[in-house]
């Protein structure tokens, strides 16, 4: 066996240093039997170096112990380290109080608090056996850490390279030095970074049982896959019994995922939740979530509440986007328990849309928004609400976009502007109100005030400007402007009505600047721009 060849050879290696390093001082502290120095001559370790050590360089290199003191037994071909004994093999580190090496069969074992690194597992145990050659292990009493947890077993048994068996093991996500809640079973499998199976499992909490079932499988793989995801149980006075993240995890290619979980609590209820997010680089993403609350505060009495949420962000190119922020609730009862103190203090609710396209040389902007107040349980809507400004600028170029013309004719100094925007608005006072409430409907109440109102309207502006440089430091200005506003109905909300105005100004001016000094004076010059 290729390991035991090492351990004899690098042995016998080490003997001769060490009756070299020893025998001038004290030939009492290790004495070495005649046949070593028949068995050790020249010829044969010629021999060894161009058979075995020449052909088998990185095995060797590859192998190291070491301890505070060493003994070994020739006859039982045995080495024992003691005191802070650490053996590295290849991939593999044994680290404890007490190692023996047995060379006749390249296994070695611990005694004491001990350290077993192989390749990136890593485990922490009172005992460690393990063959060097097929690098199969057990240990005593173990503890160990991969990705998204630990595991705890009385014995813990490697049978391959990725496979685990864990005896009256547990399971668990919390880092305390006493979790706080884990999965109990008596016998458990590891594979690594890929799912632990066990059967029985028990849900502890403070070591107080909570759920149990016959089988179960968790998945401990490291990046995005499809699954089931580990549960949380729990225990206090206010839930009793609850387990939380009981989830299916759906990965659908590089685009998406998705998460179905489901919370149980003994006192109140039940929770569903439905969670997805999606990304299309330099297009779109977002997230969108569902949750359906069922709220118990008597054997006869139950409540459901709901909740939706979404954010979307799209990229149409030529600079044209759309953003969604929306949530919408049954009840602010919906947040009662949440673990995000802003949730629970919440008085209001916004959503809102916006659409933004290039047009003309500006932007053309279309927004909604909608506020729901639970404090005052008023609503608030403005769908939609268009917009569009074009700035100042040349008539000519509505007419003559290429051509070559005179830049100092008399016709460049004439410019227009333009300015667009309409809304509907919706003030909703009353809490009962229903979707024709909040989306159009006007509700008064019976001394004719409004406990519903909605009002829509259209304002438009356009300008004309003449501007030029007398005599090349005159400025002569003359303009135009006229607003015209449509709104829904009068005043009397019997009819459409419009409303126009119109100003006109002409203006006169120049410009003053330069530098006049004064000697003498305590101002030595004043300068004007």
Not at 338 to 349: A, F, K, P, Q
Not at 486 to 500: A, M, P, S, T
């Amino acid at each position: 066996m290729p390991a035991m060849r090492e351990f004899v050879i690098l042995f016998l290696i080490i003997l001769m240093s060490f009756r070299l390093a020893f025998s001038s001082e004290n030939e009492d502290v290790v004495s070495f039997p005649s046949e070593i120095d028949s068995l050790i001559n020249n010829s044969q370790i010629d021999s060894l170096v161009s058979d075995t050590l020449l052909t088998e360089t990185m095995e060797y290199d590859s192998l190291f112990y070491s301890a505070d003191s060493i003994f070994y037994s020739l006859e039982k071909e045995k080495i024992d380290l003691i005191g802070n004994a650490s053996i590295k093999y290849q991939s593999s580190d044994i680290k404890a109080d007490t190692i023996t090496i047995n060379i006749a069969k390249d296994q070695a074992f611990t005694k004491g608090n001990s350290y077993l690194k192989d390749g990136d597992q890593t485990a922490l145990g009172n005992e460690i056996y393990y063959d060097l050659e097929s690098q199969w292990g057990m240990i005593e009493n173990g503890a160990s850490k991969f990705d998204k947890g630990y595991y705890y077993g009385e014995e813990i048994r490697k049978i391959d390279t990725k496979t685990f068996d864990v005896d009256k093991g547990i399971f668990t996500t919390c880092d305390a030095l006493h979790p706080h809640f884990y999965i109990g079973t008596n016998k458990l499998r590891l594979y690594q970074n890929d799912k632990i199976v066990g059967k029985p499992i028990i849900f502890y909490v403070n070591h107080f049982p909570v759920f149990a079932f016959p089988f179960g499988t968790f998945t401990v793989k490291r990046g995005r896959h499809t699954g089931i995801l580990v549960p949380s149980p729990g225990y206090n006075k206010t839930y009793g019994k609850h387990i939380e993240n009981i989830a299916f995890y759906y990965a659908y290619k590089d685009y998406a995922d998705a998460i179905f979980s489901f919370d149980y609590f003994e006192k109140t209820g039940w929770e569903l939740t439905f969670f997805t997010q999606y990304l299309k680089r330099y297009l779109y993403d977002g997230d969108f979530t569902v949750k359906l609350h069922k709220r118990t505060s008597s054997p006869e009495v139950s409540t459901y509440d709901w909740l939706m949420k979404a954010q979307h962000h799209h990229d149409f190119g030529n600079r044209t986007t759309f953003d969604a922020n929306l949530e919408f609730v049954s009840s602010k009862q919906i947040w009662e328990g949440s673990s995000n103190i802003d949730e629970r203090l919440s008085e209001w609710i916004k959503s809102s849309l916006a659409y933004k396209k290039p047009f003309l040389g500006n932007f053309l902007y279309m927004n909604a928004s909608y506020k729901d107040d639970f404090l005052d349980e008023t609503k608030d809507l403005t769908l939609p609400k268009i917009s569009y400004s074009l700035p100042s600028k040349p008539i000519y170029e509505l007419f003559l976009k290429d051509e070559n013309f005179d830049e100092d004719a008399w016709w460049t100094d004439f410019s227009y502007s333009y300015n667009f925007k309409a809304a509907h608005i919706g003030d909703i006072n009353d809490p009962n109100a229903g979707f024709k409430d909040v989306i159009y409907k006007v509700k008064k109440d019976s001394s004719g005030s409004y406990i519903n109102q909605h009002n829509a309207g259209v304002k438009h502006s356009g300008g004309l400007r003449y501007s030029h440089k007398l005599k090349g430091w005159l400025d002569v200005s003359q303009s135009v402007s006229a607003n015209e506003a449509w709104f829904d109905r009068d005043k009397n909300e019997k009819k459409l009505v419009r409303g126009f105005d119109y100003s006109t100004n002409s203006g006169i001016g120049f410009s003053l600047y330069g530098l006049r000094k004064f000697p003498g004076f305590y101002v030595s010059a004043v300068r004007h721009i």
